[in-house]
């Protein structure tokens, strides 16, 4: 029963590729927005973030740079698996990738999650931990559907980083950013909607959006899916600047922007049969433009045209 209950799970799993950023009481079902006291509450913790695959040395920096609600160490999935009862205490608060289950009238998927939460009713028996997790936000993780499959099945965290395209401390830095940002302005936020800031995409009439090349998969262009070398034609009917960039040149970009430059990504994810594609502004790690699709997989070269329609708004 349990391997064919992995199984459908893993077949669920299939068609699905998320990257977004949630600041709520819960990242599914329904929005519950968070109340003052809990903003306030969760500055008075320090943040324990776990990292699989990522050294501490390269993470500590970047989050020096953009983590100011409250206190923070940084800690390995080994260190933080191993001393458990350290660090799930009533003061702390716990940045991790855990496993997440969302099930609708069609499918049950299986998600990869940074889940940033505070631990309450604690109880030790033994050594071994029970608590209850009170989540205020979350990242979605986004992936090769095998890797993120692989991860599922075999439990191995420490792989994130090889398998993900966003589980780098580039991409980080803007995720972490965006979310300390959201709790210092007493600001909740919801992954399935679609909104943008008028203002702000102004500047893509003269700045480059950058789209990872990963967007390459899962693209439609001039009604078809032809291959890389047609990858162009997704952009026809945008009237601005647009490049492709490898994913890691991406990363590095981001990570090393120390003069402040404001330049813009893209961020396509996927959610069982719907869409989201978000817009990053790399220096503040502001979310510029979101939209979610119901009923739609492909980013389509219309995409990019209704883009253009709000730029010269």
Do not use: C
């Not at 033994?126 to 599922?152: M, P, Q, R, W």
């Amino acid at each position: 029963m349990k391997i064919k209950i992995l199984s459908l799970l893993l077949i669920a799993t299939v068609g699905i590729s998320n990257a977004q950023v949630s600041v709520s009481k819960q990242s599914q079902g329904k929005f519950k927005e968070l109340a003052k006291k809990d903003f306030d509450l969760i500055k008075t913790k320090k943040t324990i973030f776990v990292m699989d695959g990522i050294d501490i040395e390269d993470m500590r920096p970047v989050l020096t740079e953009v983590w100011k609600v409250n206190p923070f160490e940084v800690v390995s999935r080994e260190e933080f698996t191993e001393n458990k009862v350290t660090y799930i205490t009533d003061s702390n608060a716990i940045f991790e990738v855990v496993g997440q289950v969302k099930s609708s009238d069609i499918a049950t998927a299986t998600y990869l999650v940074m889940q940033y939460y505070y631990p309450s009713n604690i109880k030790n028996n033994n050594g071994k931990l029970k608590y209850d997790k009170n989540e205020v936000a979350a990242i979605f993780l986004s992936g090769s559907l095998e890797g993120i499959s692989e991860i599922i099945k075999t439990g191995k965290f420490g792989d994130i980083q090889e398998q993900m395209y966003n589980y780098q401390p580039g991409y980080l830095k803007n995720y972490f950013q965006n979310i300390n940002n959201h709790l210092l302005n007493n600001t909740s936020t919801w992954v399935y909607e679609t909104e943008f800031d008028k203002t702000k995409m102004k500047a893509l009439k003269t700045a480059t959006l950058y789209v990872p090349e990963y967007v390459k998969m899962n693209a439609v262009w001039d009604g078809r899916r032809s291959g890389n070398e047609d990858a162009s034609l997704l952009f026809n009917d945008y009237e601005f600047k647009v490049e492709y960039i490898d994913d890691d040149a991406l990363n590095t970009k981001i990570l090393k922007n120390k003069s402040g430059e404001e330049f813009y990504y893209l961020v396509y994810t996927r959610e069982i049969g719907n869409k989201m594609m978000t817009i990053v502004n790399a220096k503040t790690g502001d979310i510029i433009y979101k939209d979610y699709t119901i009923m739609s997989f492909f980013v389509k070269s219309k995409d990019f045209k209704e883009l253009s329609k709000i730029i010269k708004k």
